[in-house]
T-cell receptor, first 110, second 113 residues
Framework: SQQGEEDPQALSIQEGENATMNCSYK?????LQWYRQNSGRGLVHLIL?????REKHSGRLRVTLDTSKKSSSLLITASRAADTASYFC??????????FGSGTRLLVRP | NAGVMQNPRHLVRRRGQEARLRCSPM?????VYWYRQLPEEGLKFMVY????????ESGMPKERFSAEFPKEGPSILRIQQVVRGDSAAYFC???????????FGSGTRLTVV
């Protein structure tokens, strides 16, 4: 089964609101990453959080990691229409292999 | 640095034809990875290659699919006798070392008609 599973599958918010996406995984990890994918495009790496970190910030992004619950969350603050995309978490099955979840499709309404 | 270059961006093939997808890694990167994304799903690992070597092909279907990364030139993902179920986006990534610190290309979207 999938290592990472995002929740919710789809999220629609108004511009300016915050968006929170969650990711759960099953096995031990060294790192967890979040990626963004605009419709029909490639993946853009957003942020990596290591297993010994609990929280990390990058601009309007905030990622948390709870290894005891095997879960992570991605918070996008003050969302913009340009944030409309699919967001994926990915965990490392090995030093080189990533396991992706099915993604959260975020729609930010102007 | 042009990043990871994949071509073609879009490829249409009839059932039974062959599809050849190309990936040129970033300059200085000798590790290449191929992932497949079915509609509405996340990416799934297919194969990891270094120059002239297949390191891990555990995600490759046993039949019709093959990959290579020759000493010179791009990495090639080859799908023989394509079927409708092969329709997907195929992404290539590359890294300097064999780890997950890699960069993805924009993908090739294969449509089998």
């Amino acid at each position: 089964s999938q290592q990472g599973e995002e929740d919710p599958q789809a999220l629609s918010i108004q511009e300016g609101e915050n968006a929170t996406m969650n990711c759960s995984y099953k096995t031990s990890i060294n790192n967890l990453q979040w990626y963004r994918q605009n419709s029909g495009r490639g993946l853009v790496h957003l942020i990596l959080i290591r297993s010994n970190e609990r929280e990390k910030h990058s601009g309007r992004l905030r990622v948390t990691l709870d290894t005891s619950k095997k879960s992570s969350s991605l918070l996008i603050t003050a969302s913009r229409a340009a944030d409309t995309a699919s967001y994926f978490c990915a965990t490392d099955e090995s030093s080189y292999k990533l396991i992706f979840g099915s993604g959260t499709r975020l729609l930010v309404r102007p | 640095n042009a990043g990871v270059m994949q071509n073609p961006r879009h490829l249409v093939r009839r059932r039974g034809q062959e599809a050849r997808l190309r990936c040129s890694p970033m300059k200085g990167h000798s590790h290449v990875y191929w992932y497949r994304q079915l509609p509405e799903e996340g990416l799934k690992f297919m194969v990891y290659l270094q120059k002239e070597n297949i390191i891990d092909e555990s995600g490759m279907p046993k039949e019709r699919f093959s990959a290579e990364f020759p000493k010179e030139g791009p990495s090639i993902l080859r799908i023989q006798q394509v079927v409708r179920g092969d329709s997907a986006a195929y992404f290539c990534a590359s890294s300097e070392q064999g780890n997950y610190g890699y960069t993805f290309g924009s993908g090739t979207r294969l449509t089998v008609v």
